[in-house]
Structures are given as structure tokens and as C-alpha cells.
């Protein structure tokens, strides 16, 4: 607490605040995400917010920038009380947000985006001129080029966050506020994000950076805040603090960051890839060409920037997506396009997948546990027989698996939606784990999921891994990549740029190789 | 057949094309905004009754056309608070929307008129008389351009103009306009335009309210244009082969036109003729009625070019979590 | 929130909210509409020969509300129960027209497999065009309700009809459905009353589709489809087979209603055979909450709506028969459209009782 007097009473001789909120509190049906929450920002800095998935971050921010309507609480811009019931008022106060989930237009070009909502007049030909000279002005003062007649889809990920940057500067934001910019991006690509906020920063601009990743906090923040669970745990300076105090006060304790194992004993080759293509639904090449391979008892871990074809190596393999190539399960060739390449064919030869997405695609939200401990083996004989689901057994399953995986509360009877992230993904991984499986598919294993259950996610891997099987982990952080895998491959646009051993390698090595720079230029 | 016979036929195309243009621009403000409107053939309806019924009470068309507007307009809205409002199923809204007409057009036009559901027939101001353009009889005598412009060109209904006329418009107010950049937004990611500081209710308010308003013209010239009163259920489907044409149109207003123009032209056929002799096979006048369905089937199987909808058509727009 | 406030205040606050809207209506009109309800109920269950009436078009909404349900829990909105049910007349017609069938029981079963098999070819198209091409099924089935009224015209006008005959309809069947008379005669139904023991299939087509939805595997991997599409293909479940079969037996159920109106009550096929029984569907699947319970119960009240409106227009001509269309209406209205207009705030009161009691 002394760190936030100390940071508060400096703040108060010395510069002006951009933002203060005070006492704001928001609740989603049962749940409290933002709990009295009271923070002040100065100005011409660049403030970060961390905090574990959850911890509330997206919504206080989107309550600053009227996306939702606190239940309690003021806000402050330039020291003037201000109502923000809606966006228009945000960035009628000088406020911009980048959300995490980008707010734009698809089929429109980017000067369409860029004008939307801060159109001059009813025509739209006056607006469209004064925008394309504002844009290649702003591509002069911040190295932020971007064709203005393109059309949004067309463009890359890297680019689209700079159209939404663009439009908050269109709207003369003063103060920005980036939801976990860096998601979607290569290093190199954050990095040059990173050079336009010092850039905005030194024009005056207040940069308001949410992130749950530790590096970016102190390579580029001057103050930090530090939410868990809803509620505001410190604010200090960067430069008083560390990454390991930071840890502990976004948990609540010490945090392990190492996963404890033995070395691996590899057997028998479990799967060949070859030279697998995948195009996606537009026709477009998303694998271009992957070969691997996994060895019995061994974690073969798949780095990368979202986007780069990871998701569709996980659905080809595990049997929703076509493909073409090949690719042996115990030297058996599987079916990538024809009758049997579907996740039930899969299954049957062995393969269990813990998919990326548990939602969407992992569980049926308004199903029961019960039922969900079925999905997708529902053909077995132990969960049906004949035509019929023997419903019986499927409760009396799940009752031993919530035992067995400390789902909380342990009810089968319950819809899976009203179970929190953590135990929703135990529900799926014990479901998949306890096949037993020859190959386990696990993506995003820990996203979106409490501390205590990430520990206990990843000791099941590495008992699964232990017990001679072949795991396939599919992460975009770097740091579960490095704890759990034996060997690591590291993907980019599609292809595979190169392996590594976790013990001869390292993040900048990694983090180069993700951003399809070939060994040699590091 | 002689150029008279052929111009007759194009003259009927024109007719039968006003009412499924009208509603199909109507649809499209409604569809580009992202609600889906399978309501199309009960506001016409309701429409078409109360614009038969004013017209009958005061003798004034114009009384009657308004009459009508206001009753297309208020389905409308009833269309908004269910679907945008209360986020409900736009589809079921649509369906309700229809019963409702085809029901209370009859239950109130009895109760009214006392004569089965109809309204009585109308004549003179009650009705929309066809505007002879100028020079119309001077130049009919001319060799071919004559009858095509007497005949074809001339001697509509007002309406049948301010229909032609909302095609150029349409395209006006959707491609160089503000108001028309945020209405195709609306429609494709709400979720933008609501981050960028305007109200996605009230833009899907304003774009239904166009839909009901041109619905309630296109309804109005059923009753007073093309027929002299109202029968129970007048529509007779129009509404769903305007929903064809949007489709067929890929949701574009100059597209709208020509789909329009050919269903009309499929309907002035069917009218005309019992059977048709096509390369020796006698084809029957129900295959005629048909087709337009059987063309939207094809169209959106994709055998023929892709009908791509506005993205976030169908979906009440909830702010994410 | 409580499961009962869910499956029954919700639909019964919204069905109160239609039929008081209705009953605004013919106040306007200037009946009582208190006198009319009276009417309304008496003419439909007053009697046994209303119970008939009421009973026989209770028995054409279940099949027509069952069919949408299915294909509710696939989240698919099967909008062409009427083109359906109107082919289901044709393969009625065809089959029952085909031989001398022996015995009724012999042509119904054949009947119901003639009918099932052309109400569900006519959904099986758009259901491939949704399933292969991505073709909206909303829009592709209204399409072939059209197609459906256009093709029974032509079918009826020039090939089935009587040689000679001028009315478009076949000649009558040589079978005949025993009657509610003939079965409960101590009931004392009227001859003359339509009920007969297709009833009797319509409340086995009820059991079979909870059987189906709850407890097999095909009703597992529907409603998963339903839920989460992506789920579905995780889980190796096929959308093109649950589209496929979920409309297959949409459509079949569809076709079952023309056992009923074709084979039970006219005994020949005729134009529009399926009176926008169809489309009555709809507002019953909304109703029922996609439930067989909720389907029977909502199908047994437009019964009694159909038959006590029948009625009410005898004794108030004033009150066409089109005010049950708009009853109708608004029941799809308030317990489809409008749905969250109640459910929101009855939601928000039992979380804050909740809160309270906590």
C-alpha cells in the first residue's frame, strides 16, 4: 500500500490527471466483475492495467469508453466530473478504445471505417477527402502507412489494429485505451505498436494498455495497475517495481512458473505428418505444406502468433477440417478428406482433442455436465446402446470424473455455462484425458482459466505424457510452450519455421521464428 | 406477335412490377440494416386495405395513400420493438406480422363495410388515375418510338413513377450518404457502429421505418393503382416474390429493378395466356406462377452466382461479453 | 429461475397478453368479448359433437406443431409445413387411389408411409440446399409452399381428377377410417363429427418425438446440433446428416397431418387440403416450447379455437372466421417474437428474490 501513498501524493504536486474513476462497480447478472474500483491516470503517460483473464480489466475499460453502464462509480476526464452513458460521449470527451475484438466494418474500404460515426455533414464525398489527407499525415508523424482505398478484409490482422488506432486519432482522441493489443501481433509487429504509443505518448496522448503480459507492462508503462478478481489490488510506478511482485499481486501468491517433470523417454513414433495442406472456406492456403512428427511420452509444443494455421492443424487432425497430405497414426494412414475424416472416425483410432476454444466448440454451454461428459463419444457402448443414450450411466461417469477432477460445484446436473472457465475445461480434459488415449490434440489449454486449475491442467498433461503417450499442445504463450513441451516447433503463416529443444533456445529466438525471421538474421 | 401485342404485355410487366419493386426497396432498407423481413406481404396487405378503406370513406386517394403508409408503418414498428427492442426472432415477428394482417384486414373490413371482407369498389378521385405524359397523343402516330412512348412509357399510375424514381434514390441515399453508410454498417457489424458513437437501435428504427413507408406505397397502388378496391388477401404472395427479387438482386438497388421487371414480366405472361407453347412443350400457367419461386430456389442454391446477405442480417445485436 | 416459471408462467403470461389484445379487437368490433370467449368455449367442448370438431383439428396441429418442433431443437425454422402436408395429401391420394386396399388398417399404414414419404421429399430439398449449397431454409421452404399449391393446381386440375368431372378433386377412396362414432359409441359423437383414429396416431407421434429428442442418440446429436454447430462438428457429428434427417422427419410428420385430412375426413384429395394447418403449426411448436407435452396442449387449444371460432361466427356473424387467424397471430407474436418483453422482467424479479432470500 505504501508504493500507491507514495505514487499519489507525487501525483498530486506534480502533473495533471487525464483520467480518474472512482468507486466504479459493475455486475453481469450474478457475477461482480468490477468491484469499487478507484484509479488515476496521469497525464501524457502511458498507464497499464494487468490482471488474469477475468480480473475485470475489459470491463472497467469498456465502462470508460461507454461500452457498458457502471452500477456505481464517477468518472473524471481533465479533472471534470463526466457522464459517459454512451460511446458518443467518450469520444466526445477525447476518449478512443482499440478493443481486443476489432470494431470494424469488413466489406468497407478503410477510409469507410475510419470516417464512420465522425462523418462531416449528410454527404459522404467531403468527409471521405478531409479523411484520406488526415490518414497520410498520420502516416508521416507515426509510421503508420495503410492504403486508405483498401478494403478491410483484405488487409492483415497487424494492419486492422492500425485502422482502429487511425480512427480514434481521426476522432482526436486524447486519451487511448488498447484492450491486449499484442494478441494478433508478431514481436517485431508489437514492437513498432509499441514505438507509435511512445510516439503518441510524447505528443501528449494518455495511453491507458490492458495486457496480461508481464513483459509488455514494464518495457513500456510508466505507472501500473494491477486488478484481481474484480477488484483493484495496487497501482505503482514501473520503475519501483518487478515482475515477480507484479505476479503476486495479479494472483494473490507466489506463482510457479515452471512445470516440475522429468525428462522425457520418447518410444515409438505415434504421429507422421507430411507435407499437409489445408485451404479454408475462401480458397485460401492455410497450412502450406506441414511436416512433424510425435514420439510415444513426448509434448511436442506448437509456438506461434494466433492465425498462423494453428487452429486448422488442430481441426485436421482432429477431423473437422479436410486436408490434404499425409498423416499416419501409429503407421496407419488417417483420412483427411473422405468418409472417415470426421472427429467420431478420429476418435475411434485413438486420437482425443481438448479443442481451443471450449464454448464454442468443446461443450454444448446449455447442456448438462453429464451430458457433456458424453459429447462426442456418444456412440460408445459404456454411454448407448441401440439407437438409445443410456442416460444413467453418463450421470453416474460424470459424478465419478467431478471426483476425480475436483469440477466444483460437483453436480452432473447442472448446465455447463453455469460453471466458471477453470472447471469448465477440467470437465472437457478429463472427458478427453481419461480415453486414454494413444494421441492427445490440447489447444489454449489453460485460456481464460483460474491459477489453481492451470497447475492441475498441466500436471495431466504431463501424467498423460508420462504414461508413454503423444501430446500435441497448440499455445500462443510462449511461457506455457517453454514449461511443458519437450520439443518445440514453432509455426508462421502457415508453415512450420523450425524446432527446438526448450533447453537450447529461448523467448527472443522463439519470438524471431514466430515472426517468420529464419535463423541467422537474429 | 404484332409490336402492339408485345408493348400490351410490357405495359403489364410495368404494372405488376410497381408493387414488387416498392417492396423490395422496402426490404432492402430493412435487410441492408441487418433485420430480415419475411413481413413484407402483410404490411402490403394492411396497407393496401386501409388505402382501399380511406379512399372509400373520403374519396380522396391521397387520404387513402397516407392511411396507408400509417398502417404499413405501424407493423413496422411493431416489426422494430419485437426485433430490435426485445431482440426476438426476426423471422417469427415476420410470420406473426402476416397472420395479423391477412387476419385483421377481414375482421375490420367486415365490421366496417359488411361485405365480406371487401371494401366497396372505387371510382373517380378515389382512385389513381394514369398520367398522360406529354406529348403522349402527338407523338403516337410516329413510327415505333410513338406506341412505345404512349403506350409503355405513358399512362401510369403516379405511383408507378415515384417507384422508378426510388430506384435511383435508393442507390443515392445507400452509397453517398451518411445516413446510408451507417445503415450498410448496421447491417454488417453493428458492434462497430455502436463503438463509434452511434445508436444501433435508432439507425434499425430509421431503416424499418422506410421499409414500412414504402411497403404502405406499394400496398396503397395494389388498391387504388392496379385494382379499384380491396379483396381479401390482394397481396397473394407479392410480398414474398419481392423477398425473392431482394435475394435475386444480391440486395443492390439497380439489381432490384431488373428482378422486379423480370417477375412482373413472368406475371404479365401468366396473365395473359393460359398455356404457353415453349419449343413445342405446352408449358402450363402454374409452372408460369411458380417460377419466380423455382428462379429464387435456383439463385439460392448458388447454381447461378452467389447471393451473399448483409452479415449481421438476422442476429438482434447483443454488445458482447 | 425456476424451471416451472419458465415452462409454464412465461407461455401462459403470454398467451393472457394475446388473448387480451384479441379480446381488444372484438370489443372494437363491438361484441362482448367476454360473451364471445363463452361461445367460443362452448361451441368447442360444450358438446361432444364440438369435442369432435375441436378433436379432429387438435389432431391436424399436433402432426404440423410436432414437425416444427423437430426441427426447433436443430435450430432450423421448417417454415413449409404446408407444402409438406399438401404433398403428404398426394402420396395419400396416390396410394390409397393405387389398389383395393382389404381392410382400413392395411391402407393406413400404407397411407402413412405414402404420406411421410412425400411430405418428407418435399422438405428433403430445401434441406439439401441448406445442407450442400448453404441456401436459407427459411426462405427456400416458403418458396416451396408456393411451389407446392402451384404443382396440387396443375396435378388436380389436369391429371388426377375424375375424367369428365368438372371439380378439381380424385375420386373418393374406397376406404374409409373408422369414426369416433364407431369407436366410442357411448360417447355419443355425432356421425357427422370428423374425429377419427388418426387422434390415436397424432398422440403416438407426440411419445415417439419425446422418445426421439430426449432419450436416443439421433435426438442427442440434434439437439447438439442445435445448440453449437461447431460443437457438432468437433464432437464428429455431421451437419449435412442432421440437417438431412432432422427435415426428412420434419417433413414426414408434416405429410402424417393429410392421414387426417385427406384419408380421415374429405376421403379424396382436393384443392388446398391443408387449410394453413401449417402454418397453424408454427404458433403451436411456439407455444409448446418444442415439447410434445407443450405441443399437444397448445395444438388441443387452437383445436378449441378453430372449432368454438367456427361456431362463434354462427352466432355473431360479425365475427369472421379470420379472427381466429388473428388470435393466431398474436399468439406467435407474444410467445415467439415478443418472447423476452415478458421474460426479461419476470427474470429479473425471481434473481432479485433470490438476491432477497439469500
Known amino acids: 500500500m505504501s508504493d500507491v501513498q507514495t505514487l499519489q501524493q507525487g501525483r498530486s504536486d506534480g502533473a495533471a490527471l487525464a483520467i480518474e474513476l472512482r468507486g466504479i462497480s459493475k455486475s453481469f447478472g450474478p457475477v461482480q466483475a468490477n468491484k469499487d474500483i478507484s484509479i488515476q491516470v496521469a497525464k501524457g503517460t502511458i498507464h497499464g492495467i494487468i490482471g488474469e483473464n477475468g480480473a475485470g480489466k475489459s470491463t472497467l475499460m469498456s465502462i470508460l469508453y461507454g461500452f457498458y453502464k457502471a452500477d456505481a462509480g464517477e468518472i473524471f476526464v481533465g479533472g471534470q466530473k463526466t457522464a459517459i452513458p454512451d460511446s458518443q460521449a467518450a469520444i466526445a470527451a477525447g476518449i478512443g478504445m482499440v478493443f481486443q475484438h476489432f470494431k470494424l466494418v469488413e466489406n468497407f474500404t478503410v477510409l469507410e471505417n475510419v470516417i464512420l460515426g465522425a462523418e462531416e455533414g449528410g454527404l459522404l464525398k467531403p468527409s471521405l477527402g478531409k479523411a484520406r489527407k488526415l490518414l497520410g499525415q498520420l502516416a508521416k508523424d507515426y509510421e503508420m502507412d495503410v492504403d486508405p482505398d483498401a478494403v478491410i478484409e483484405d488487409l492483415s490482422v497487424g494492419l486492422h489494429q492500425r485502422v482502429e488506432i487511425l480512427k480514434a486519432l481521426y476522432r482526436q482522441a486524447d486519451i487511448l485505451i488498447l484492450d491486449e493489443p499484442t494478441g494478433v501481433l508478431t514481436p517485431s509487429e508489437a514492437d513498432h505498436l509499441f514505438r507509435i504509443l511512445k510516439g503518441l505518448r510524447d505528443q501528449g496522448k494518455t495511453i491507458i494498455l490492458i495486457t496480461h503480459k508481464l513483459r509488455e507492462i514494464m518495457d513500456i508503462t510508466d505507472t501500473v495497475s494491477v486488478m484481481r478478481r474484480g477488484e483493484m489490488t495496487a497501482t505503482v510506478k514501473t520503475r519501483d517495481t518487478s515482475p515477480e511482485q507484479l505476479a503476486e499481486l495479479m494472483v494473490g501468491r507466489k506463482v ?16 507422421e505428418v507430411e507435407n499437409l495442406r489445408v485451404r479454408d472456406a475462401q480458397g485460401v492456403e492455410r497450412l502450406k505444406g506441414v511436416s512433424l512428427d510425435i514420439r510415444a511420452g513426448e509434448v511436442l509444443g506448437i509456438a506461434g502468433v494466433a492465425g498462423n494455421g494453428q487452429s486448422e492443424l488442430l481441426e485436421v487432425l482432429g477431423g473437422y477440417a479436410t486436408g490434404d497430405g499425409v498423416v499416419r497414426l501409429n503407421g496407419q494412414a488417417i483420412d483427411l478428406s473422405g468418409r472417415y475424416s470426421d472427429g467420431r472416425s478420429r476418435r ?12 464454442r466448440e468443446g461443450l454444448i454451454m446449455d447442456y448438462h455436465a453429464w451430458e457433456n461428459t458424453g459429447f462426442g463419444y456418444h456412440h460408445d457402448p459404456a454411454y448407448s446402446s441401440g439407437i438409445f443414450m443410456n442416460n444413467r450411466a453418463l450421470k453416474q461417469d460424470t459424478i465419478d470424473k467431478m471426483e476425480r477432477f475436483d469440477v466444483r460445484p460437483p453436480n452432473p446436473n447442472l448446465q455447463a455455462k453455469s460453471f466458471s472457465g477453470g472447471n469448465q475445461q477440467k470437465i472437457v480434459v478429463a472427458r478427453e484425458i481419461e480415453r486414454n488415449p494413444d494421441l492427445l490434440l490440447i489447444g489454449q489449454p489453460t485460456r481464460g482459466v483460474d491459477i489453481g486449475a492451470i497447475e492441475f491442467i498441466h500436471k495431466q498433461i504431463v501424467a498423460l505424457r508420462d504414461a508413454g503417450k503423444a501430446v500435441l499442445l497448440v499455445s500462443v504463450e510462449l511461457d506455457e510452450i517453454m514449461a511443458l513441451s519437450d520439443r518445440i516447433a514453432v509455426m508462421f503463416d502457415g508453415q512450420i519455421m523450425g524446432e527446438r529443444l526448450p533447453s537450447e533456445t529461448n523467448e527472443t529466438e522463439l519470438g524471431l521464428l514466430m515472426a517468420g525471421v529464419q535463423q541467422g538474421a537474429a | 406477335m404484332d409490336l402492339l401485342g408485345v408493348l400490351q404485355i410490357l405495359d403489364s410487366t410495368v404494372r405488376m412490377a410497381t408493387p414488387l419493386l416498392l417492396a423490395c426497396l422496402a426490404g432492402l432498407f430493412s435487410e441492408r440494416a441487418g433485420i430480415f423481413d419475411i413481413g413484407l406481404e402483410g404490411k402490403m396487405l394492411m396497407a393496401a386495405f386501409f388505402a382501399a378503406a380511406f379512399a372509400a370513406f373520403t374519396g380522396n386517394v391521397w387520404i387513402g395513400l397516407l392511411a396507408a403508409i400509417a398502417a404499413s408503418l405501424a407493423l413496422s414498428l411493431l416489426h422494430g420493438l419485437a426485433s430490435i427492442t426485445f431482440r426476438g426472432n426476426q423471422l417469427i415477428s415476420g410470420v406473426a406480422i402476416n397472420f395479423l394482417a391477412a387476419g385483421v384486414t377481414v375482421v375490420i373490413g367486415q365490421a366496417w363495410f359488411d361485405l365480406g371482407g371487401r371494401t366497396p369498389a372505387l371510382e373517380g378521385a378515389g382512385r389513381f388515375q394514369e398520367v398522360t405524359l406529354p406529348f403522349a397523343d402527338a407523338l403516337a402516330p410516329v413510327p415505333v418510338f410513338g406506341p412505345i412512348y404512349a403506350e409503355l412509357i405513358s399512362g401510369h399510375s403516379p405511383l408507378v413513377y415515384v417507384a422508378l424514381l426510388f430506384v435511383p434514390l435508393s442507390w443515392w441515399v445507400l452509397f453517398r450518404t451518411r445516413f446510408g453508410l451507417r445503415l450498410r454498417a448496421v447491417g454488417e457489424n453493428p458492434a462497430a457502429v455502436d463503438t463509434a458513437g452511434v445508436s444501433v437501435v435508432a439507425l434499425r428504427f430509421y431503416a424499418v421505418g422506410i421499409c414500412g413507408v414504402l411497403c404502405g406505397i406499394a400496398g396503397a397502388y395494389l388498391a387504388t393503382g392496379l385494382a379499384a378496391g380491396f379483396v ?29 421487371l423480370l417477375f412482373g414480366f413472368l406475371e404479365a405472361i401468366g396473365n395473359r395466356f393460359q398455356s404457353i407453347e415453349l419449343l413445342g412443350i405446352a408449358v402450363p400457367s402454374q409452372f408460369m406462377q411458380a417460377l419466380p419461386y423455382i428462379l429464387t430456389v435456383v439463385i439460392l442454391a448458388g447454381f447461378v452466382g452467389k447471393a451473399i446477405p448483409p452479415r449481421a442480417g438476422g442476429e438482434p445485436y447483443v454488445k458482447e461479453r | 429461475m425456476p424451471k416451472w416459471v419458465d415452462i409454464l408462467l412465461i407461455p401462459l403470461i403470454n398467451l393472457a397478453l394475446a388473448l387480451f389484445v384479441s379480446g381488444l379487437v372484438v370489443a372494437y368490433i363491438g361484441e362482448n368479448p367476454f360473451e364471445a370467449v363463452a361461445i367460443l368455449v362452448k361451441g368447442a367442448v360444450g358438446s361432444p359433437y364440438g369435442w369432435g370438431y375441436t378433436l379432429y383439428y387438435t389432431t391436424n396441429f399436433i402432426f404440423t406443431g410436432l414437425a416444427v418442433a423437430v426441427a426447433f431443437h436443430a435450430r432450423l425454422f421448417n417454415i413449409g409445413g404446408e407444402g409438406q402436408a399438401g404433398l403428404g395429401g398426394l402420396g395419400v391420394a396416390l396410394v390409397l387411389l393405387a389398389l383395393p386396399w382389404p381392410h382400413w388398417s392395411i391402407a393406413l399404414l400404407a397411407a402413412m408411409v405414402g404420406a411421410m414419404a412425400f411430405g418428407a421429399f418435399w422438405a428433403a430439398i430445401p434441406a439439401y440446399l441448406l445442407a450442400k449449397r448453404g441456401s436459407h431454409i427459411v426462405i427456400t421452404t416458403i418458396m416451396f409452399n408456393f411451389i407446392a399449391s402451384a404443382l396440387l393446381v396443375y396435378l388436380l386440375v389436369n391429371v388426377i381428377k375424375v375424367p369428365g368431372s368438372m371439380s378439381p378433386e380424385t375420386a373418393r377412396f374406397g376406404v374409409s377410417l373408422p369414426n369416433a362414432n364407431d369407436v366410442l359409441p357411448w360417447v355419443g359423437f355425432p356421425r357427422s363429427t370428423p374425429l377419427n383414429v388418426t387422434f390415436v396416431v397424432a398422440l403416438l407421434a407426440c411419445v415417439a418425438v419425446w422418445v426421439l429428442i430426449w432419450r436416443t442418440r439421433l435426438g442427442y446429436e440434434i439437439r447438439a446440433y442445435g445448440h453449437s454447430e461447431p460443437a457438432a462438428l468437433y464432437a464428429g457429428i455431421s451437419p449435412v446428416r442432421i440437417i438431412m434427417v432432422t427435415m426428412l422427419i420434419s417433413g414426414g410428420l408434416s405429410g402424417l397431418m393429410a392421414i387426417n385430412a385427406v384419408m380421415g375426413e374429405a376421403e379424396r384429395l382436393v384443392l388446398d387440403p391443408v387449410q394453413g394447418a401449417g402454418f397453424v403449426g408454427i404458433a403451436v411448436a411456439l407455444m409448446g416450447r418444442s415439447h410434445p407435452v407443450g405441443v399437444f396442449l397448445a395444438a388441443l387449444l387452437f383445436g378449441m379455437l378453430y372449432q368454438g371460432g367456427a361456431e362463434l361466427e354462427f352466432e355473431r356473424p360479425a365475427i369472421t372466421r379470420e ?9 406467435i407474436l407474444f410467445t415467439g417474437a415478443l418472447d423476452n418483453m415478458v421474460r426479461s422482467p419476470v427474470e429479473r424479479f425471481f434473481v432479485n428474490l433470490n438476491k432477497r432470500a439469500a
Do not use: N
Not at chain 2, 388477401?233 to 440486395?251: E, N, P, Q, T, V
Open chain 3, 323 to 331: 379472427m381466429i387467424v388473428v388470435i393466431q397471430a398474436l399468439v
Open chain 2, 232 to 260: 381479401k388477401d390482394m397481396s397473394a404472395g407479392r410480398g414474398f416474390i419481392a423477398l425473392a427479387a431482394l435475394i435475386f438482386a444480391k440486395w443492390r438497388p439497380w439489381y432490384a429493378l431488373y428482378a422486379c
Open chain 1, 348 to 359: 475411434a483410432s485413438g486420437i482425443a482433442h481438448v479443442p481451443e476454444d471450449r464454448q
Open chain 1, 256 to 271: 510457479l512458473l515452471r512445470v516440475d517433470k522429468v525428462p522425457a523417454t520418447p518410444g515409438k513414433t505415434v504421429l
